[in-house]
């Protein structure tokens, strides 16, 4: 027979299990039993957001439950992080997390989210490299004639990005960093606002990334003057990279993106959502959806291994950021 005490114990250890969902699931094998979200930090519209809505679509075949993707904008994907790793540790809340989200921490040590603590990490999907665009009608038509036209008149060159830390503040401060020039930075509210600034004027020149870009690029709004890839890109052959033109290796700068769960979401759920990533990403289409936007597809091979590059870049990140003084006002 049961003392009360253990009695006790045993029920306080069933009301436990019921209030977290995400270790019952674990448990019970039942996972997903409702709609999962992915939570996008950036605008609708906008490369990340596509590339990541088709992936929800195989995600939702292989998991056999919903698959839907959310925008929260704001503060260069600050608010998106911070919200994300605030819910419930249950395996039905995922971030799509990116290197920016490092540099803005290296930026910004006292934003209320951390990388590498805050989230289980799942699987990066892919890298992608930027290119530096300018409007098709520019007199711009090479990095050679930015870069004088800003050593001329100092201070009067801007240029877009989708946000302080996102990968086009990035890629763009350490070119300007290397080339020596004095330009101004423009922070927009996402991505998909950098194109209009250039076409509008307000801003001259901009290094989003590849699968924000060569859709402008091919539709003949923007004329591309380099890419951040340490090889020239299938997709812009013809394009030269920014080490050909630095010559210097520290302007190979790919962004990358994958998945994030809270911290303490039970590693059996991290464990299916690897598997499910890795199946979806067996599909032909959705790959090559992914190569024509400029994205490289680049799964982990475990969410340890994604846990151990993360920390590489993190050192890595924050050392272009002290290097290019990188700060909120810049």
Not at 186 to 191: A, M
Not at 289 to 295: K, L
Request: proline share 7%.
């Amino acid at each position: 027979m049961l003392t009360r005490r253990q009695f006790h114990l045993g029920a306080l250890g069933l009301s436990a299990a019921a209030l977290m969902p995400g270790a019952a699931c674990a448990q019970a094998g039942d996972y997903p039993s409702r709609p999962i979200r992915i939570i996008v930090p950036y605008a609708a519209g906008g490369g990340p957001d596509i590339l990541t809505r088709k992936m929800a679509v195989k995600l939702s075949e292989v998991l056999k439950d919903t698959v839907i993707v959310e925008n929260i904008v704001g503060a260069g994907g600050i608010v998106a992080a911070q919200s994300v790793a605030r819910m419930a540790p249950d395996g039905y809340n995922l971030l799509l997390g990116a290197s920016s989200h490092l540099v803005q921490k290296a930026m910004q040590p006292s934003v209320a989210f951390d990388p590498m603590k805050d989230f289980a990490h799942i699987t990066r999907t892919a890298f992608t490299p930027s290119v530096l665009v300018v409007s098709a009608t520019s007199e711009y038509k090479t990095v050679e004639d930015i870069v004088a036209a800003a050593k001329k008149a100092p201070g009067t060159l801007n240029y877009a990005s989708g946000g302080v830390g996102s990968a086009a503040h990035l890629t763009a401060a350490a070119m300007v960093l290397r080339a020596d020039i004095d330009v101004v930075h423009v922070p927009y509210k996402g991505s998909v606002e950098i194109v209009p600034s250039i076409l509008s004027g307000a801003t001259q020149f901009a290094i989003p990334i590849a699968s924000t870009a060569i859709p402008q690029i091919e539709g003949g709004k923007v004329r591309a003057l380099a890419v951040t890839s340490a090889q020239r890109m299938p997709a812009l052959p013809n394009v030269p990279t920014l080490v050909e033109v630095f010559k210097t290796q520290e302007l190979a700068l790919d962004a990358w993106f994958g998945l994030w769960a809270p911290a303490h979401t039970p590693q059996p759920l991290i464990d299916v959502l690897f598997k499910a990533v890795v199946r979806a990403y067996d599909d032909p289409a959705l790959r090559a959806d992914s190569t024509a936007a400029g994205a490289l597809i680049a799964l982990s091979s475990s969410p340890a291994e994604f846990t151990r590059f993360m920390e590489v870049e993190t050192v890595k990140l924050a050392k272009i950021v002290k290097a290019a003084n990188l700060t909120t006002l810049n």
